[in-house]
């Protein structure tokens, strides 16, 4: 367990991978999550489909819980010389609270210690909230593509390497 929910300004929380009694919590997440942005953008509906048992078995995927809820949620799939951050997900009313900031420097630090020189992520080029997130955290766009029809944008945040 990684216990870094001590800041003053939201409450404690603790970033742990998930146990299989957690899937209806993080179905429930995803799904309300998802689905209004599906709706409203027209967006692929690909979140609703990962198979989020077998990311709880792979060891990839992390929750923040805070009293006693599953809040957020966040994919880390490590390669070569980064990290691919995805299902990066706070439950809608709890957005806003400072949860999506931990999980990123969650990630950050997940990176650090795996030695892998940055982060990446792909979002939907009309998810602008979302976007305006990860510049404020720091991630540039790298480039624009298309998927299964749609815009997405790639996004890179460049890690500092452990101090020794």
Known sequence: MNDIGTRRDMPSFVIRQPRGRDLQSLHHLVDSTYEPMIARLG????P???NIAQWIHSGTLWVLESKGLIAATIRLDAHWNFVQLEL???L???QRHGYGRAL???AQS???NQRRGSMQLITHERMID???FYLHMGFVEVQRLQLQGHPF??????????SR
């Open 43 to 46: 967006l692929p509906p690909w």
């Open 130 to 132: 979302a976007i305006g």
């Open 110 to 112: 997940e990176t650090r």
């Open 104 to 106: 990123i420097e969650f």
């Open 88 to 90: 990066v997900t706070v």
């Open 92 to 94: 809608p009313e709890l």
């Open 153 to 162: 944008i790639q996004m890179k945040k460049a890690v500092s390497p452990l």
């Open 48 to 50: 609703l489909r990962v």
